[in-house]
């Protein structure tokens, strides 16, 4: 329970993965200074990510709007796997971590998807 409620640990990871696109990007300029520019608010970055998980979960949880709840999911989800998990920028440990978090959450993907599809059958009604 600790890990997601874990602000400040949230936000350096963000840190590091602003890092790690700044180095990707250097020599393209545009595409560096925008990433710069955005590595300068990551406290909002995991505050919009924290209420977004938040509220789409709980709507989830309750039922309601579960269609909608799953859409948003499955796009915050390719979003931010593709941009917090870049496991094609490391090597060794480093990248078979990374990947595991990727594969993860792309998983957790397919169950939303597989949620939209049976919807309708999975009532408690």
């Known amino acids: 329970m600790q890990q997601i409620f874990d602000y400040e640990g949230a936000q ?7 890092d790690t696109l700044q180095m990707a990007t250097l020599g393209i300029g545009p595409l560096y200074d925008i ?9 909002i970055i995991v505050l919009i990510s924290l209420v ?3 509220v789409w979960g709980i709507l989830l949880l309750i039922g309601r709007w ?4 799953s859409v948003m999911l499955i796009l915050y989800l390719i979003f931010w796997s593709t941009l917090t ?9 480093h990248r078979e971590e990374e990947l595991f978090y990727f594969i993860q959450n ?3 993907v397919g169950a939303l998807f597989q949620l939209i599809a049976y919807r309708k059958q ?3 009604s």
């Open 106 to 108: 792309i998983a957790l």
């Open 85 to 93: 998990h870049p496991f094609w920028v490391y090597d060794g440990l």
């Open 35 to 43: 990433v710069d520019f955005l590595g300068q608010f990551s406290w």
């Open 52 to 54: 977004d998980q938040l």
């Open 122 to 124: 999975c009532t408690l």
């Open 66 to 69: 579960v269609r909608l709840a």
């Open 12 to 18: 350096a990871h963000i840190v590091r993965m602003f």
